[in-house]
């Protein structure tokens, strides 16, 4: 049996990301993990919720990145439901504490 890696912290903050914008659950649930205006931001996401209602459950489908800086990622992923495809882009930046946080997010328009 392969020994499974620790996940990146571009899947990581996708699918967390997409749990709390598809309804799956709370935006506090994010709270410990965004940093700056992000919380905020991501809350008047949520309230809009770009990702529900897409027919079956959304799934992220495909991410890339690209390193502006030591300690920043700046992320998009392709969000699948059925045969829609919508877009989300965040931006990671890694902490004094070693923990990452999300410190920007966007979601495509509909």
Known sequence: MAAVGRPRPTDLFADRLLAVLSGRRPVHWMLRHT???AYD???RLAERGPLRGLGS???VHDIGYYVPSDGALEVFARIAAGNRLRALAFRLELGKDLRWRCTAVET???
């Open 35 to 37: 940093a700056g205006s």
């Open 41 to 43: 931001d991501l809350a």
């Open 108 to 110: 495509g328009t509909a």
């Open 57 to 59: 459950r959304p799934v």
